[in-house]
């Protein structure tokens, strides 16, 4: 058993440390350590409130009602003043159901402390308890007056008008609290409660997608619906605007969560966004390190030819690699929400396109401290990345869709990807290899992309446009088909993932 040392000569921390010890029970309801460590705590600090209401809370938590009497009793003689005296010892009697002497317990707490935010709410809680659900709201708005900068109050007000069956008073009462506290996932998930109450399963998905992705889904939403209502006038431009619309609010779905996961991902990281401009460096000077100085099969300008090759091939590598597990990972949204999967990918694909731009950005500057500069034949750079983005997409997203049918791919990616990088010429010239062999190598679009970069880079020349073109139609009907596989396989990952 734990005691405390309260010998006169010992000299005891400071309370507020001294309690954290007790608080981290509380905050993990372990009722029955936090009410012993109360106790301890009340033999070095028996003249400070919390040690006797906080430990009678705990005794009432584990149903020891006796000894919360006692401890109460005794804090409403020590503490008079203390406006939890008697709400605490009004929750007592809530839950002893001994309703009279709660409200008298109020309504001296009313009197003497109307200021206090526990005092409307423990009179709300008796006033519900007793069946006076008009007072209980009453109670509950004065706790929403008192503290406005507390979330408590407004979550007991909501909850009021879900327990009432008054869901559209509810869905309004939950927005108020997203509006004031918009990190708090309670907001959206009981506000989507309330709607599937009101059979509105479309508003109750959008709430379940801000809640998990970013709140300007609903905000797009209601300014698409406002649209509709003013400008739709036959069923056929209806189904136009709402084709639309599905497909604005599923760009804005993509974009937002690409946002919110980049903030999320680097607001881990003590260097953040230079990760990456640093990420690309490191590989850099590894590659060169070993190519260009330990193994001499470099050459002049070995730096440029690297990093002109390394930057498109780690955009292609971290997009298909992010989206290889896509599906997987957000599976619990989707199986919460009918949703593309596609979308999963997608987001991957953005987000490794934002964090690549400053990333050619130190590419361009990197070219023009070489004295590489811009001439007339860049504007082919315009093709070669729309070709890129579609290969990426491609690709990416016929891995995503085949891992949840077959998990174990998930270890092949890297693998693949790394076989891919030794086959695409990144840190070698495909000129030497053997004459024979140059052509099959330049089968590979990722090698030939690589080389079109250079081909504008250092040699200041078109790439073969003819091939490319072929290389940008077949990864455009490659997309299409996918497209289509994705909107067959909807309703069956939901099965497969569950499996």
Known sequence: MVTLNTNSKTKLPAHELAFEWAWQAVKEKNWEAAAHRWEVLRQGYPSHPATWLQNAIAHIETGDFEHAEYLLSHARQEFPDHPQTLTESAFLAIRKKECDTAEGYLQQARHKHPDAVQTWLKSSECAEEIGQLAKATEYSEKACQCSPDLPGPYIQYAELAMRN????????RWKKLRLLFPNLHVGYIRAADAARHLNRPKEARQLILAQQYDTSILDNDSQN????????????????HNGHTSITRLLNLIWAKAIFNLRS????NYLSYVWWILEPLIHMAIYYLVFGYLLQRGGENFPVFLLTGLIPWMWFMKAVSSSSNSIIAGQHLLLQVDLPSIVFPLVSLVQSTLKQIPVFILLFAFLWLHNITPSANWWALLPVITVQI????AFASMVAALVPFMRDLTYLVPTGLTLLMFLSGIFYDYR?????????????????????YRDIFIGNSLPDLQTLGWWGIGSAVTCIGLAYAYKRLRYVYPRVLME
């Open 165 to 172: 069956k008054q869901w559209e008073q509810a869905l309004e």
């Open 225 to 240: 619906e406002g649209l509709q209502s003013k400008t739709l006038q036959s069923d056929k431009v209806s189904k136009q």
């Open 265 to 268: 991902e680097d607001h881990h």
């Open 390 to 393: 579609l290969l990426t997409i």
């Open 432 to 452: 030497m290899i053997p004459v024979e062999w140059q052509s099959a190598f330049l089968m590979n679009p990722v090698a030939f992309l690589l080389q079109c």
